[in-house]
């Protein structure tokens, strides 16, 4: 009885791998009609149906990362190889998906001039000829790789050479902006310095004219106050002389009076 079941279990089982390698084989076949049709996003999915029904069909998970590749999804590609390479012993085989990888990654270079990608390229092109050492096309690209690597480094040196006459330039240009806003400063400054000195020389030939003015009325003023003075002098002279002459004319009444009086007593008969 457990033959019998053991036998029905392995019938079963050896269905289930004909119908999977069957299927797996339909993908397949479909996913290379789409890849020579140019539909690589259809041919990919077939592939990976076809390796996911029969994981033996190893050129199936390969030619999903060469549709991938020319899909333009190179990370995607790069995940397909490394898959085909953990299932191949043959080093040849393994050569070929090391080689493709480098191609992805100098594919990324010429794109977007990365350098670290070019660097990629360079590594995996020389683990495949560690696989296959007289590959020529492999040999061909490392030699590219590495020679465009030597004119990025070149060019960068360029660059960076460039960007410090550059900056320099800037700065020289930045040192000569500010030194003439300073000497500008300093003009404005020195005209502000003479406005206020001419300013200030004004205000004070101003203020000595006024002094001089004010001197000027003072003096005659002065000189009024004198000649006030003097006339009122003058007046009090003739005020005092005027007082004399009055008393003077008392005294004399007063003389002539008492000789009035006098020939008054010589003319009178004298009493013994």
């Known amino acids: 009885m457990k ?11 050896c269905s289930l791998n004909v119908l999977g390698q069957y ?19 259809k041919a990919q999915e077939h592939f990976e149906n076809s390796f996911s029904e029969n994981p033996a069909y190893t050129k199936a998970i390969f030619n999903a990362g060469n549709a991938a590749y020319l899909n333009g999804d190179f990370e995607a590609a ?7 390479i953990g299932s191949k012993e043959n080093k040849f085989e393994r050569a070929e998906a090391l080689h493709n990888i480098g191609n992805s990654y100098l594919k990324n270079f010429k794109e977007k001039k990365d350098e670290n990608s070019l660097i990629e390229s360079i590594n995996y092109f020389k683990k495949s000829l560690r696989e296959n050492p007289n590959d020529q096309e492999t040999r061909y690209n490392l ?14 040196k360029e660059d960076n050479q460039q960007q410090d006459e550059n900056k320099d330039q800037d700065k020289k240009d930045q040192e000569q902006k500010d ?4 000497n500008q400063d300093q003009k404005d400054q020195d005209k502000k310095d003479q406005e206020q000195k001419d300013q200030d020389k004004k205000d004070q030939e101003q203020k000595d004219q006024d002094q001089k003015n004010d001197n000027e009325e003072g003096k005659g003023d002065k000189e009024k106050e004198e000649e006030k003075k003097g006339e009122m002098s003058q007046k009090q002279i003739e005020k005092n002389l005027d007082a004399i002459n009055n008393e003077e004319e008392k ?5 002539n ?9 010589t003319n009178q008969v004298k009493d013994w």
Do not use: M
Request: charge should be positive.
């Open 3 to 13: 033959i019998k079941i053991s036998s029905i279990l392995l019938l079963f089982v």
């Open 23 to 41: 299927k797996a084989k339909i993908e397949l076949n479909e996913g290379v009609k789409a890849y020579e049709n140019g539909e690589y996003q």
């Open 78 to 84: 790069r995940d397909f190889y490394n898959k085909y």
């Open 143 to 156: 030699a590219y790789a590495l020679n465009q690597l030597q004119q990025n480094k070149e060019e960068n």
């Open 179 to 182: 030194q003439d806003k300073k």
């Open 251 to 255: 005294i004399l009444l007063k003389v």
């Open 257 to 265: 009076r008492q000789k009035g009086d006098k020939k008054k007593s």
